[in-house]
């Protein structure tokens, strides 16, 4: 069972331009997470998708910033225009079904990350 | 507001010493809490998921504790070897927190010397 897959690994954009982020979840989930971590800092949770839906977008910024998770495909994270201050490494993560506690489906996992670098 | 701590940021220790690394949250409301390991350039690596319900979890040479009321959970890595040198981040999921995000402290840089 493959893991959680992100592609690029890496990416280089120069001001201005898009930046298009993608992750496959793990085989049998449907609920997926990115999490951005700036130079020197700690993960912070942007996004969180279940297929065709968007549950909790309180850590995207207001602009520029988009995800989505269609019904076939990977889940995409957009950056239009970027700007320095966007360069980071984006991971996603993926779970099954998230419950409440006592259940073993509450745990996350995440990808390799992409590192976006803008020149 | 959940805001998770993690001191000290940085630890260098010889091999075979004992490793604690320590882990607070300031809201006790959590579903659960999550040890991850991060190599430069890399990924995560979970290590341990301790549920709410949970003291304590295990697994080979990883020990982690959680003592929720306190908002306070350790990592304890026995007899540690340099491959254990890496950045260890820990994570809550509240109950609070609307959707299942994951709140993570700021890491602990271990370092350990041959």
């Known amino acids: 069972n493959a893991g959680v897959m992100q592609n690029p690994r890496h990416l280089v954009r120069r001001r201005g331009q898009e930046a298009r982020l993608r992750c496959s979840p793990m085989?049998?989930?449907?609920?997926v997470y990115w999490y951005r971590q700036l130079p020197e800092e700690g993960l912070k949770f942007m996004v969180y998708?279940?297929?065709?839906?968007?549950?909790?977008e309180s850590g995207m910024p207001k602009e520029r910033f988009s995800a989505e998770f269609p019904k076939e495909g990977p889940s995409i994270l957009r950056i239009q225009q970027v700007v320095r201050g966007d360069s980071a490494a984006y991971f996603c993560a993926s779970s099954p079904i998230p419950v409440g506690s006592g259940s073993s489906y509450n745990e996350q996992f995440f990808g390799p990350g992409t590192r976006l670098t803008v020149l | 507001k959940q805001e998770v701590t993690q001191i000290p940021a940085a630890l260098s220790v010889p091999e075979g010493e004992n490793l604690v690394l320590n882990c607070s949250f300031t809201?006790?409301?959590?579903?659960?809490l999550q040890w991850f390991r991060q190599d430069p350039g890399k990924g995560l690596t979970s290590l341990l998921l301790i549920q709410s319900s949970q003291r304590e979890q295990t697994s080979g040479r990883l020990n982690a504790s959680l003592d929720k009321s306190s908002g306070r959970s350790t990592l304890y890595i026995a007899a540690s070897q340099p491959g254990d040198s890496a950045t260890y981040l820990c994570?809550?999921?509240?109950?609070?927190?609307?959707?299942?995000?994951?709140?993570f402290g700021g890491g602990t840089r271990v370092l350990v010397k041959p």
């Open positions: 085989k049998g989930h449907s609920h």
């Open positions: 809201d006790s409301a959590i579903y659960n």
């Open positions: 994570a809550v999921k509240g109950i609070k927190a609307a959707g299942n995000k994951l709140t």
């Open positions: 998708l279940q297929k065709e839906n968007i549950i909790d």
